[in-house]
Structure formats: C-alpha cells, structure tokens
C-alpha cells in the first residue's frame, strides 16, 4: 500500500469527474502497461458491512452518522494518500470533496466503497506520473546544489500546490534529496543516476502490482480511525502478519511495522528482540530500504506493501539483515543511516525485568529495569512454577535488592509500551498495601476497578518512577498509581498517553457454524478506556511527571496528542482508595528545589541540555537546505550529539552514560533524606 497521498478518479467507475479535476484525470489516466483500475471484491464489501456494525455499536465513542462523519472520512483519508502534499492540486481537492465529501457516510452505512477505490484509482494515476516524471529527471536532467533550495518535510499543514509548475517543482526537490542522499552514501553522479532510475523503476512496479486490498485497507484506515487512532482493520494476510508478531515467536529483529505515507515506520520495537537490545532501532523510524547479508545491495522500499516489506526484513536466525533508516531522531532529515542486525528468535526471558546498583553520595540506589509488562499465560495455566512473568520477577529482585540494603529504588519505565494489564497491577501492588488501582471504563457505561488484593508490600523505602514518552498503556497504569497513593515519585517526562483498550474481533467467525465464509480479516477496535484511582483517565494527557526531565525523544510526534481523532481526557468518580502520604506537595517541592540547585551545578547534565536544545532548534526547522554543506552539517551534529549520549540508554553496562538515570539517582537519595527528616 501507497501511504498519506491523494487519489485517482477513473471513468471505469462510471463517475462524473468534476471539470477541475477533468484535466489531471487525462494526464492521471492509465498508460500501456499500467493495471486496469482496482475494484473493491465482494468479500470487502461484506467485511464493510460488518466494519460498520462494530463501530456504530461496540466502539466507545458514539458516533452519529452524517455529513460531519462523512467529511471527516474524506479528510483523513485525502492526508493519509496524501499528508506531503505533493501529488495533487488544490482545486483538485476542492472539486472532489464536493463530489465526495457528503457521500462517504452513505457508503459507510451500505457496506460500499466504490468512492473510496475511485479516489484511490485517482491517487494511482497521479502517483505513476510522480514516479514516471523524477525517472525522466533522474536519467538527463542536470542537477545544481548552490542555490539555496529548502525542501520542506512537514507539509501536512501546508496548502496544496495552486498549480502543476508548483507541483513539478515539489517532485523535483524531492529527486535533489534523494541524490543528495545516495551522494552522503559516497555513490559518484554516474551510479547515483542508475540507483536512483533502479529505485524508481521498482517503485513503479509497485504501483502496477496494487490489488484490491491496497486500496480497501487505505479507505479503511479513513474509515476506522476517524472512530479512534487505535482501531483499525487487518486484511487477512495482515492479521497473520499480526499474529506472528504477538505470538512473538518468529526469527526476525523484533519490530513491529505499519505504513506512513510512502514509508515502512517502526511501530514498536519489541522488548528481548534483536531491534531492542542492539539500542540502534528506534519507535518512528522509517526504513526505506533492506539488505540481506552484511554485503549485498539495499533495496529501496519506499513505497512498498507492509506485507512485502515484512517478508524482506524477516529472516533466519543467526542471518544478517541491514535497514536504511530516516532516524526519528532527525525528523526524517538529512543522510539516511544504515544499520545492522542479526535476525533471532525473542526470549521471554531476555526480556525480562534487570536489576542495577549505583552509588551516588555514599548511598545505594537500586534500578529495576522493566521493558515490558510480560506473562506467560500458556505456562502458567500448565502449572509451570516457573512460568515468566513481570511481577514475579521484581518481587524477586527486591528481595535481592533488601538483602544488599538499598537505600532507594528506581523502577525505570522507559520505553515500556505496555503489556499485560494483570501485570501492572501486580506490579503495583508490590509497593503498596491491598487497594485499587485502575477503573476501566466500558463502552456501555460501566465501570470496573481492578485492585490488588495483597496486603503485603515488598519494598516500602524511598521510591522513584522514571518515565519518558514512550512509556505508555500498563507502564502509565503503574505510574498514575504509584503517584496517586503518593507511593513514590514520578520523574521524567509526560507520558505516551494511550489510555483506551483494544479487543479483536475475527469477521469470518460472525459466520454460523459450517458455513465457511470468506477470509474477511479481523478488527481491533476500542472498547474501553482506563482511569486513575483519582478519577481522572490517564487517555491523552498521560501521566506528569512530579519532577521533570526532558528525553532525547521529539515529543512533537510521538503521543496520543499528536493524533487528531484521539479519545479526549475526562473524568469519573474517584475509588475509595487511602494514600499513604509518604510523597505529599510539601515532598514534591522540597526535591524540586534540591533538583534545580544540584542540576544547575552539574556539569555533565548541563552539557546534555545544551545538546538537547541545540536538537530541538534542528527538529523544529521545517524543512532541510538541498545543499551538500548544508546537508551534511546538521545530520553530522545529531549523529555526534546521539552518540556522545548514546540515546540515554546505550547499554545497561554502561550505566554512568545514562545521565536521567544518575540524576534521577540523586532525586531518590534527597527523597530518603526528606523523609528521614520532614
């Protein structure tokens, strides 16, 4: 599938093409050996039917359909074709939105898609003539990198091109960055000419190769997600892709992928996997291409299907795999970077919660580590004594920490997106006494709590949280509770905020016994939403940290407010729960001030929030200069800028590179003072 672009209209589904889009169907239509026009199957059409059910009656937000829904579909799915404005002009959008914009949600509530495959036929057209333009520029035009051209990288907000000398220019902008790139790679003019033809000839296969489930998974994603950004919808061969990757269980890197825009980005790097422990593969990643052995050519993937571009990263255990990545660390700028990994199978328990030691000021600080919130569900339901699981494995690690006489302990929740719910509240519940300590909120109105049922607490001295923007789901369950019973204290930064839940639905299931139907795909779809024990949901605001320490992480793109269709904050009625008061206001501000006077003197904390500033004046440019100096500059600073803090977290063997973490430390070893001596 082709991502966040614009769309097609094709005479093959007997359409009145609005006079303003008339004359870009002509130069959009199909050429000699392009693929005839796509047409939703009768089995999407039927797994419409069904889509629209779950979502009108189960999802948890009620959505009335209309006119309002209907343009908000053709929105969403206009920036999902075509986020970088740069495939289609402005009286193009304007004409098809009076065409279409009024008329989704009645295909919606008829199980129908025929606007949305003609608008993804249209976006087709448009995109071989793209391709087709920049190979012709690729292959003759002379390139000249003195004047200083910008290509700006964040367009989502910007108009569409007025015309097609603005549009051209925007394609040929797009081919300088790409030459640029492959020059920073050390290619000379002649080879970068046939990589960059190469790229382009298979990317426009690619667009001849697009089946009906391309275009019916583009204008689903529309459709879902104007509902919420977590519910989706799995075609059949992307639910086995899904499957494999919950299951954990096959040889690979340990990644979990979708599409944005053209690209292949890193949703989620699974926690015991190579991706994870190599620390070189990040959330929000794009990876443009794939190399099979530490030798052989990348091959370009831009534009690729999920599905294919799987297939390419998958692997053999013990076989090298190299990916080309825009670093999310560099907002998608400047020279691609190549990296290496050995494919392996995920071990549970190599993925297990670690314990650490640090001395700060004569003290020691305990750091439980915990990547994921893990259970073995199959084990234990064996009997398996020893089956994994997250709290069992930090009850046992502050048993050893106890032993060694601790002053202080550091539950370090970074990066942890989440995991077993059950977990986190057993996790919760080794620092508190018996109580809540989370609502789930259903779609029909009712309210559970999910409490540990243990009176026993197993560590009750000075505590600390560290969190950070991608911790989110159970990691932010286990936060807010900690922080509400005034357990410990939070530090870091405001958390992912995803505070929803998601169930599976199985289509082909809703058949009756014996029946057979077709592979309809599955739908996950939000059901519920998590709140506070203080009533408040941890959705889209996430938790805040008491005390605040910014990550190398852009928390411009990655957050539950970064999505426009998210479920809002709100509130309910606070459990009857009992704080300890161990962290009170008072606590909060006498650490505050202790942290400022103790940073501002702190050398090496001082020089990472230089480097952190001089990130973010970089990730805050729009756009990058198409100019090698210019090019190489700013991409050079942020690879040394990363390397010299080796993204916070290079390794747990080199603990004393984590600066959030000694500092942190040293928050704890106030805490133990203050509550010595309130």
């Known amino acids: ?71 908000e579909i053709f929105n969403r799915y206009i920036d999902i074709l075509d986020g970088s404005r740069s495939y289609f002009l402005a009286r193009e959008v304007d004409s098809l939105k009076q065409l279409y914009g009024k008329q989704l949600d009645d295909e919606f509530l008829s199980g129908k898609a025929s606007a949305g495959f003609a608008i993804y036929n249209f976006f087709l057209g448009r995109a071989r003539e793209k391709v087709r333009y920049m190979k012709a520029a690729a292959g003759t035009a002379p390139f000249s990198f003195t004047v200083p051209d910008t290509l700006d990288f964040d367009r989502k907000n910007d108009p569409w091109p007025a015309d097609r000398k603005q549009l051209t220019g925007l394609w040929t902008k797009e081919l300088k960055y790409q030459w640029l790139d492959l020059k920073s790679s050390g290619e000379r003019p002649k080879g970068i000419r046939a990589q960059l033809s190469k790229n382009l000839t298979g990317r426009l296969n690619l667009l001849n190769r697009q089946k009906p489930e391309d275009a ?60 994870f422990k190599s620390r070189l593969l990040k959330k929000g990643d794009r990876i443009i291409g794939v190399g099979q052995g530490a030798a052989s050519k990348i091959v370009d993937i831009t534009g690729w299907r999920i599905n294919d571009a799987v297939g390419l990263i998958r692997g053999k255990k013990g076989s090298v795999v190299r990916l080309k990545l825009l670093p999310a660390s560099q907002g998608g700028r400047g020279p691609a970077k190549i990296i290496q990994l050995v494919r392996d199978r995920i071990n549970l328990e190599e993925e297990a919660a670690g314990k ?61 997106g989440g995991g077993s719910l059950e977990e986190a509240v057993s996790v919760t519940g080794l620092f508190i006494p018996e109580g809540p300590v989370v609502q789930i909120s259903s779609q029909s109105g009712n309210t559970s709590v999910l409490a540990d049922k243990d009176p026993g607490v197993q560590y009750s001295g000075p505590l600390a949280v560290l969190v950070n923007r991608y911790s989110a789901s159970a990691s932010e369950i286990v936060a807010a509770a900690i922080q509400d019973y005034g357990r410990g204290v939070i530090i870091g930064e405001r958390t992912f905020g995803k505070g929803t839940v998601q169930s599976l639905i199985n289509l082909s299931e809703l058949f009756s016994p014996g029946t057979g139907g077709p592979g309809l795909g599955q739908i996950k779809i939000t059901m519920a939403k998590f709140y506070r024990i203080s009533g408040g949901s941890t959705q889209h605001k996430g938790v805040v940290p008491d005390i605040s320490m910014p990550s190398m992480i852009d928390t411009a ?65 729009k756009g990058i200069v198409l100019q090698d100096a210019a090019f190489k500059s700013e991409a050079e600073v942020i690879k040394q800028i990363e390397k010299k803090w080796g993204t916070e977290r290079e390794a747990t063997k080199n603990v004393m590179n984590d600066v959030l973490l000694n500092e942190s430390a040293s928050v704890v070893v106030d805490l133990g003072g203050v509550q010595a001596h309130p």
């Open 356 to 416: 650490q030691v640090l001395r700060v000021n004569g003290r020691k600080i305990g750091i439980i580590t915990v990547p994921s919130f893990y259970l073995d569900f199959d084990a234990r339901r064996r009997n398996d004594n020893n089956y994994n699981s997250t709290s069992r494995d930090v009850q046992r690690i502050l048993g050893e920490l106890n032993a060694e006489g601790v002053d202080g302990v550091i539950l370090d929740l970074r990066d942890n």
């Open 557 to 621: 793109i990655i957050g539950e407010d970064t999505y426009s269709s998210s479920l809002p904050w709100t509130t309910i009625r606070p459990s009857l729960y009992q704080a300890t008061g161990q962290i009170t206001p008072a606590t909060i501000e006498q650490l505050k001030q202790k942290e400022r006077v103790r940073s501002a003197a702190n050398q090496q904390y001082q020089a990472y929030l230089r480097d952190l500033a001089t990130l973010d004046r970089i990730r805050k440019k």
């Open 1 to 71: 599938m082709l991502g966040k672009s614009l769309f097609c209209i094709m005479l093959a589904f007997a359409l009145v093409i609005p006079a303003a889009a008339r004359t870009t169907a002509k130069s959009a239509s199909p050429r000699s050996g392009d693929a005839a026009p796509l047409a939703p199957t009768a089995a999407q059409e039927e797994a419409g039917m069904y889509l629209k059910q779950f979502l009108l009656e189960r999802h948890y937000r009620k959505v009335t359909p209309g006119d309002s829904l209907s343009v």
């Open 216 to 275: 019916f998974h583009a204008y689903m994603s529309a459709l879902t997600t104007s509902f919420d950004p977590h519910t989706s919808y799995f075609s059949p061969d992307e639910f086995e892709n899904f499957q494999i990757d919950l299951s954990r269980s096959l040889e690979g890197i340990g990644a979990r992928l979708q599409i944005e825009n053209d690209y292949i980005v890193v949703n989620e790097v699974i926690a015991g996997g190579p991706a």
